[in-house]
């Protein structure tokens, strides 16, 4: 199979303006996210997928594959779609630009859920990680997933699922991490399908491919790394850098 990684990267962010041109130890965030994904070697090739003069510039100036986006888009996955339009490749896997503690393992782990899928039934996927600070779980700005007996994704919100009625009951909570692995031709339907009412409402691209019977695979993660969504984030990634 050949396995390609693309960054979606775009200039605005409506938390964190400009988040992925600040400084991480010398170098900005998107680098450091294109150098941590290189660094794995499970890819054929990596880029960023990028709206900005900016962030094209800073990849390919030190040395990196970077590629501009001919249209708008609402989401990464969009952006990714049109980008690998041509291209002759078999998995294609969406490496978020905010995340450069990117985990080698966990990366690992999701590509091989495709090498035990002999009938193809996994269209996409993607990480999650077990939660239990209620602050967390109650947070609107991380999205949880819940999962069926075999892993397969049920549903993705920003709001607490399962909500805790009887918080006894044994539920395990889980975070879902923005890193998606995707069959091309699940890729290339994502952008021919309208978004539903689902999607709209969360604002989760996953649930676009839930509302049109696709199927997720989640593959369970230890590593939490650190997103880059605010100011705070930034500094927690500086200090854990060094």
Not at 151 to 160: N, V, W
Not at 187 to 212: C, H, I, P, V, W
Request: hydrophobic fraction near 40%; charged fraction near 30%; include cysteine.
């Amino acid at each position: 199979m050949k396995i390609i990684a693309m960054i979606p990267a775009r200039y605005a962010a409506s938390r964190f303006p400009a988040k992925l041109m600040q400084d991480l130890a010398g170098k900005p965030v998107i680098l450091r996210t294109y150098e941590a994904a290189v660094n794995t070697k499970l890819f054929d090739e990596v880029y960023v997928v990028t709206d900005s003069d900016i962030i094209y510039d800073t990849i390919t100036n030190a040395g990196g594959k970077a590629m501009m986006s001919k249209k708008e888009h609402e989401c990464g996955s969009d952006r990714i779609a049109e980008a690998v339009t041509d291209m002759d490749v078999d998995i294609v896997v969406n490496v978020q630009g905010d995340e450069p503690f990117t985990d080698k393992e966990s990366l690992k782990s999701v590509l091989e859920v495709f090498n035990d899928d002999p009938n193809e039934e996994i269209d996409l996927a993607s990480l999650m990680t077990e939660i239990t600070d209620w602050d967390e779980i109650n947070n609107p700005n991380v999205v949880k997933v819940v999962v069926d007996n075999r892993d397969f994704a049920l549903y993705f919100s920003r709001a607490p699922i399962p909500f805790p009625r009887d918080k006894n009951a044994g539920a395990t909570y889980y975070k879902h991490k923005g890193i998606y692995a995707f069959r091309k031709r699940a890729l290339m339907d994502f952008q021919r399908l309208s978004m539903r009412s689902l999607e709209g409402t969360e604002k989760q691209e996953a649930l676009r491919y839930l509302e049109y019977g696709r199927k997720i695979k989640m593959v369970e993660t230890n590593a939490t790394g650190i997103e880059i969504d605010t100011p705070e984030d930034l500094e927690r990634a500086k200090a854990a850098w060094k």
